[in-house]
């Protein structure tokens, strides 16, 4: 059960830094250094996206 809500939470965290990209987090130095390798805001965004879908997707397929 305590999985099920990790999972849930991370996947919610990660869905809602990848799409509203809040400035508090988005300007720390381990998204900057993120940037830099993926070349630019895209590859991260799409990146922090699937991690919350799959997340979410191991909460409710798995647990």
């Not at 809500?5 to 993120?34: A, D, H, Q, R, T």
């Not at 991260?44 to 996206?49: F, M, S, T």
């Amino acid at each position: 059960m305590f999985w099920r809500i990790f999972f849930i939470v991370y996947g919610v965290l990660c869905l809602y830094i990848g799409l509203l990209k809040p400035p508090f987090i988005w300007n720390s130095k381990k998204f900057e250094i993120m940037r830099k390798m993926f070349k630019g805001d895209l590859g991260v965004q799409i990146l922090v996206l699937v991690f919350g879908v799959a997340s979410l997707l191991v909460a409710f397929l798995v647990f």
